[in-house]
């Protein structure tokens, strides 16, 4: 969905993102894929999960899990507290959490705003990062929030169950 | 209301009248001699032709009209019904059930079979009538258009469907006039008929004049828009008998008075009546748009409706009335006359998904009132507060509402079950066994998403039963019993679960032969102890098929495992009895919903978890005598003087590193489907409840160990328990922990 989203913006120019913080570091994702953003409620853990999971919450009578993204961007796990949000977000056809610490901004930007992403050495980023906005004198790091999730995982589990 | 939407609703009922149709059969076949039988045998064909007829669904409309004339004249008793017309007639409704489903779906029925079947059934019906004429080639009638009746005594006389070809005949035949009253009441639109139709339909069998009664027509303002309040007078003169004249109304005539009586005199004086111009052949092309202008000149909307245009008339008459309530009227009005004619109950269709979007909410209810009450007691020490009793029936009431949806989706297993019976028809004639199907409490109620999952796995172990479970006929004789087999499907209600009996008065289960099968298949080790009960279970064992030789029908290497696992994906169990020459039983014990289930709420490594209730057998609080340690790091712990291991539910779903100390907890004695009892160790019991089954998958992943989630009063998500894959963990079978969402890194 973001992805077509993204290429259609492509030719507009312009797109909408909403910015976060983890740590030191600014995210952002595309607007389109951010359903709400919620206050943090303690999650219901989940056994044998990977540990950015950090388990299920209840939205509105679904069942949500709720991502921890700085461990799974391969920062340290977090310790949430009450000045967490979680930003849900629609990836494919799944809704998940995205716990973060706070959301700062939203940011409208041309495709001329985005840098392309340096080469590094781990994988984890090259695997998610879409490209790299300077914003006055912040660094903001786009992220593909499909592929941070892959769908066939998904699929090869939800056929498994 | 577009033609596909009526189409769709045609194949519904076609579903309900074969339904009708193949039961009506097989009370025949029971002795029933009872003509009202024979009447809904012969009305389920009728309206099945009736309605193809009205979508040119030729092929259908041929076979229903053949079988239809054979059944005729068991109507009129000029053909008995006995077994080998029966044998025909069952097999006739299968193909038309066939053919209804190629129509729908596509594709096409074997012309051999079809004819074949045709040639029998004129061969039945010429025992005494007159041959059929080929099958009728004009089939456009109008949806509501009834069809000519045969009544005529002399046998059956095919009418040919083509209207246009009575009138040429009068000169032949010597013409009557017939007065005929006609007073729609409300009923007659509300299910969808229309008396414009029904005289032009009239208008076709001969020469007549019409006037219209408005005596009762009301002042504008006090006109109820969906009433009747026109009657009409018409003399007719036609060729045909009043039989037939009063065939016009065939479907309308419980929701109309009417009178048809030959004239004598000139009818003009008799009543005062107003002439009305009623310009028939406008209304040939389009029924339904060609009404709506007429009845709004007439008195705006006073005029009933078609059944499509019900929704809009209400709409224009009753100003902003809620889309909702002019959806039901119109869903009511779909109500097809003759349905609604046959069956006593009055009911009306609702999409499932609103149904389910009714349950969800509901749900949602629940929770939020039992989050309500929670907030409330915490705040309300007093506990006697008009708020908290208040709550209280606020409870009672959210409780009876959920029963009430959840009876909403509620079904008979009877359609399953008269599947079952064409099943047993058609693998019993491949394999040439002679079987008859008993089926008992059929109108035991369960969900429909039951009923929709329970099909396959039931036809699977039918198919069994007639192909491996009953013998050949010379066999059984050799051993003394009835040539022809039975096989018994049984369905009732057992603490709220349904259970499903399958039982079979074939050879029962020859174990050697199984057991020899399960040796080749290294499924056990040859000098593996087993009992007998143990030996059946075998055959639920993934891999395992005993047919000598493949065939057609079972015994593809997906067998009985199958079976077992779509059972068990229903929250069910199966098991098998079995006494050799005597015959098997196999028993199925399903839950009656997959919405909500009676759990108990239990803490495990803080951690709130629920444990189906259905799976516990008994709780116990162990003392430290009663544990024993086994082996390097098993513990069972006696109960009544054997010994059961023990499972630590909060080390298994890898809550916690280290096992608990058992005297610090409660044990929940459970019975698992793999067999055999477990205590699974929980910290504390915090109560039993009913809870919401919600999907895990829908945004996350199958979670080993866990069956679903729910939410609990204080609004947080907790972890429905699946007991056989703990208990089958604490076996040894790994709970693989999958990769969730994504692999890391």
């Known amino acids: 969905m973001s992805v077509s989203y993204a290429v259609k913006s492509l030719s ?119 490209g790299i906005l300077a914003i006055d004198t912040r660094m903001i790091c786009l992220i593909e929030l499909d592929a941070l999730f892959p769908e066939k995982a998904h699929d090869k589990e939800s056929e498994a169950a | 209301m577009d033609m596909n939407e009526i189409k769709e609703i045609f194949f519904q009922e076609c579903e309900e009248q074969l339904a009708e149709l193949e039961s009506g059969l097989l009370k025949l076949n029971d002795g029933d001699r009872d003509p009202e039988t024979v009447n809904a045998v012969f009305r389920a064909v009728h309206s099945i032709k009736g309605g193809a007829g009205a979508f040119g669904l030729e092929e259908l409309v041929a076979f229903a009209h053949v079988f239809e004339t054979t059944l005729d004249c068991v109507r009129s008793n000029k053909l008995e019904p006995n077994q080998d017309v029966l044998k025909v007639m069952l097999k006739s409704a299968d193909v038309l059930a066939d053919l209804v489903t190629c129509s729908r779906d596509g594709g096409s029925v074997e012309e051999s079979r079809t004819r074949g079947l045709v040639k029998e059934l004129e061969a039945l019906a010429n025992g005494e009538a007159p041959p059929a004429a080929e099958a009728p080639k004009a089939a456009k009638p109008a949806a509501a258009a009834p069809v000519a009746k045969p009544t005529d005594d002399s046998g059956f006389q095919p009418i040919p469907f083509t209207f246009d070809g009575f009138g040429e005949e009068e000169d032949v035949i010597e013409q009557f006039t017939y007065e005929v009253t006609f007073k729609p009441t409300r009923e ?120 499509s245009s019900v929704a809009k008339a209400v709409n224009a008459a009753v100003e902003k009335k809620e889309s909702a309530a002019a959806a039901a009227a119109a869903a009511a009005a779909q109500n097809n006359p003759a349905a609604a004619a046959s069956s006593a109950g009055q009911t009306i269709r609702v999409d499932l998904d609103r149904v389910d979007r009714l ?40 409780r009876e509402i959920q029963d009430s949806v959840m009876a909403i989706r509620a079904q008979p297993v009877k359609p399953v079950f008269q599947r079952m019976s064409r099943i047993v028809r058609e693998v019993a004639d491949m394999v040439g066994k002679q079987i008859r199907l008993v ?218 590193a280290n096992q608990a100390n058992p005297v610090d907890g409660v044990a929940l004695l459970v019975e698992s489907e793999g067999g055999g009892q477990r205590a699974l160790m929980v910290d504390a019991i915090q109560g039993q409840r009913q809870v919401v089954i919600k999907s895990l998958e829908a945004n996350y992943t199958h979670v080993p160990g866990i069956a679903a989630a729910t939410i609990l009063g204080d609004g947080r998500v907790a972890l429905i328990l699946d007991v056989d894959a703990v208990v089958g963990a604490s076996r040894g079978q790994s709970l693989k922990p999958e990769m969730s969402l994504a692999a890391a890194g």
């Open chain 1, 12 to 130: 507009h120019g312009a797109r909408e993102l909403i910015a976060f913080r983890i740590g030191d570091q600014e995210f952002c994702v595309n607007i389109m894929s951010v359903r709400e953003i919620r206050g943090w409620t303690q999650a219901t853990p989940m056994p044998h999960a990977p540990p950015y999971v950090m388990g299920v919450i209840n939205l509105r009578g679904a069942v949500l899990p709720i991502i921890d993204m700085s461990a799974r961007l391969g920062m340290k796990v977090a310790e949430p507290t009450a000045r967490h949000v979680i930003i849900v977000a629609q990836v494919k056809s799944k809704v998940v959490g995205l716990l973060v610490e706070a959301v700062s901004d939203i940011l409208t930007i041309t495709e001329d705003n985005i840098q392309p992403v340096p080469e590094v050495s781990s994988d984890l980023e090259k695997q998610y990062a879409r």
């Open chain 2, 188 to 307: 007659l639109y509300s299910k969808g008929n229309e008396a414009a139709l029904l005289l032009r339909d009239l208008s076709r069998l001969g020469e007549m004049s019409i006037a219209c009664d408005i005596d009762q027509l009301p002042a504008l303002e006090s006109i109820d828009p969906e009433a009747s309040y026109f009657g009409w007078k018409i003399s007719i003169t036609t060729p045909k008998s009043e039989d037939e004249v009063r065939a016009v109304f065939e479907f309308a005539e419980w929701d109309c008075e009417l009178e048809v009586k030959p004239s004598e005199a000139s009818a003009d004086e008799e009543l005062p009546m107003i002439p009305v111009p009623f310009d028939l052949s406008s209304l040939d092309d389009e029924p339904v748009e060609t009404v709506q202008p007429q009845a709004e000149t007439a008195a705006k909307a006073s005029v009933p409706e078609a059944t």
């Open chain 2, 359 to 398: 349950i969800n909410l509901v749900g949602e209810l629940v929770i939020n009132q039992a989050m309500l009450s929670q907030s409330v007691v915490e705040n309300d020490t007093n506990g006697t507060s008009a708020v908290n009793m208040g709550l209280e029936e606020l409870q009672q009431l959210t």
């Open chain 2, 439 to 656: 089926t008992e409490g059929e109108n035991t109620e369960v969900d429909k998403t039951v009923i929709d999952k329970i099909a396959e796995p039931l036809t699977h172990m039918i198919r069994n039963a007639v192909d491996h479970g009953i013998e050949s006929p010379e066999k059984r004789e050799a051993a003394g019993k009835d040539p022809e087999g039975t096989i018994k499907l049984s369905a009732k209600h057992r603490s709220g679960r349904i259970l499903i009996e399958l039982i079979d008065d074939g050879g029962g289960i020859n174990r050697e032969r199984v057991k020899q099968k399960a040796i080749d298949n290294d499924l056990i080790s040859p000098d593996a102890n087993l009992s007998d009960e143990e030996i059946d279970n075998l055959i639920f064992a993934p891999g395992f098929s005993t047919a000598d030789k493949i065939s057609d029908i079972s015994g593809r290497g997906v067998g009985m495992d199958v079976v077992k696992r779509s059972i068990q994906a229903l929250g069910g169990r199966i098991s098998i009895s079995s006494r050799p020459g005597l015959g098997s039983t196999f028993t199925m014990s399903l839950p009656l919903t997959l919405a909500v289930l009676d759990g108990m709420v239990v803490t495990v490594a803080g951690q709130t978890l629920v444990v189906p209730l259905t799976a516990i057998v008994e709780t116990l609080q162990p003392e430290a005598s009663a544990i024993h340690s086994f082996g390097s790091n098993q513990r069972l712990i006696s109960i009544r003087n054997s010994f059961c291991p023990l499972v630590d539910v909060g080390r298994i779903l890898n809550f916690r």
